[in-house]
């Protein structure tokens, strides 16, 4: 197998279900040990963003929200709150907010994912106590990695379901707007959306390729990839992009034009000052 | 069933394991749609804190980070990496930091996610770019969810193959150590670890109890809890902790303890400063 052509997709994955799902995640083979269905799911995943307008099965939002609240979360403080919004308006101008994303429009859910300190706060309220803690860097970095936490363990069942997911980061270009369209508290905020949809069997998705183990798994130390490393996995992102009918671009230009200035942020250079105006002051 | 005792564990859970395992969860009954093994698997998370030293199966490593690199990352930025530590020395190092977390040194390994904008530097070093963004609250966020998001696939994984874990956020408390110790270059800190290992079978770890969807799900906008459902969950959360042989603490008073003072954050007032020190200024 060793003179087949890397870059075709499936064609040179090896024989297991597990050597096949690691060479589509890495587009080269790599090693594998235990599998089982659930970790096959994780493999598979993709971000999906054509759907179809049908709605989802009943229960759905509170299966997926047990999953959310079984995720763990930092000395039990649970700081997370969920937004399932289903109206057609409010939708839209979520999407609006998020950049005209059109698949905010299109599916039926998007799970919005708030990191909540409300909640904390009308504890201490009720017991007359100022709550300094709320204040510091620390706890809004805990609340947003409770909300996260939560919110990948809601992607993970939806996509155990056969449903289509994406997250839409975009939300926090504008978080006083969110803020303000679902009237979350102070000391609340929009981390990300989680779009939650059948996927439009028309329109096939590829699962996207990754920076290889060796760039990202490091043994006992840290230690820097091998810029080899970095250029193969410009050649299968330029493949994956070519297959999907995607501008060009390579993996390490997609990283110098979102972050080599403020303005790549997409408006998110102010996310400190509106985050202190939504009651998280960052100390 | 409507006069059973809801506080005594299984004895009131509805018939099939949907109902059942989000009975444990909630520690009330609760509406649940549809269901499969990877849901199940989700649902029965338990920090898991008493391990076997027996080493993990060939390639458990491997498959972990596979299904961590396949979690979402926000605008493929792909901003984290992992250290995997083994070593006996290092993991007695990493317990300490953690405030003497015995179980880091009983288990053989410790995954320790780290928000890596180091590589982006490197990106930007090897153009001659600057990489203004990377100095920004907006991308210390990203890196850190991402780090968390593939930590997250991570520990679904390794609960899929039977085997157990537990966040150790308390890296958090010395990040400047770890990043010493594991020789983190700038622009990288871990956010936090996770223990993986074979349960001691002799120590029976139950499902923590979760505030009920009533309190975490809001429909179209915010709305506050009610009060009530605070009370309730106190109960659910003395009882779990009376049944583990654990100190009586509601959950509210838990929250009040941790967060009405700085001196609650275990040392992580000082985040901010620290992170500043290891190349995220947090503009």
């Given amino acids: 197998m060793a003179d087949t052509q890397r870059n075709l997709g499936d064609t040179s994955m090896g024989?297991?279900?597990?050597?096949?799902?690691?060479?589509?995640?890495?587009?080269?083979?790599?090693?594998?040990?235990?599998w089982n269905t659930t970790i096959a799911t994780l493999l598979a995943h993709r971000s999906v963003r054509a759907y179809l307008p049908?709605?989802?099965?009943?229960?759905?939002?509170?299966?997926l929200v047990a999953a959310a609240s079984s995720a763990p979360t930092s000395s039990n403080l649970q700081a997370w709150s969920v937004v399932a919004v289903t109206d057609p308006e409010r939708r839209?101008?979520?999407?609006?907010?998020?950049?005209n994303q059109r698949h905010i429009i299109d599916a039926p859910l998007i799970l919005v994912w708030v990191a909540d300190l409300s909640r904390a706060q009308r504890i201490g309220d009720a017991a007359g106590v100022r709550m300094e803690g709320l204040d510091y860097t620390e706890t809004f970095l805990l609340a947003s990695m409770d909300a996260m936490l939560a919110a990948q363990n809601a992607l993970v069942a939806a996509e155990s379901l056969g449903l289509g997911t994406v997250f839409i980061g975009a939300l926090r270009n504008d978080p006083e707007a969110v803020a303000d369209l679902l009237?979350?508290?102070?000391?609340?905020?929009?981390?990300?959306?989680?779009?939650?949809?059948?996927?439009?069997?028309?329109?096939?998705?590829a699962v996207k390729p990754r920076l290889p183990q060796s760039a990202v798994l490091h043994r006992e130390c840290y230690g820097a990839e091998d810029p080899e490393t970095l250029r193969a996995h410009d050649r299968a992102t330029g493949a994956f992009r070519a297959e999907q009918v995607l501008s060009r671009q390579g993996w390490t230009d997609l990283v110098l034009s979102r972050l080599q200035t403020a303005q790549g942020l997409s408006g998110r250079h102010v996310l400190k000052s509106v985050l202190g105006r939504l009651g998280f002051p960052l100390h």
């Fill in 15 to 34: 024989d297991s279900p597990a050597e096949k799902a690691v060479f589509r995640r890495y587009r080269e083979a790599a090693a594998v040990g235990p």
């Fill in 92 to 99: 839209a101008r979520l999407a609006a907010i998020a950049g």
């Fill in 183 to 205: 009237r979350l508290p102070p000391r609340a905020y929009a981390v990300a959306g989680l779009v939650v949809g059948l996927p439009d069997p028309a329109v096939q998705t």
């Fill in 54 to 63: 049908a709605p989802l099965p009943e229960g759905t939002v509170e299966t």
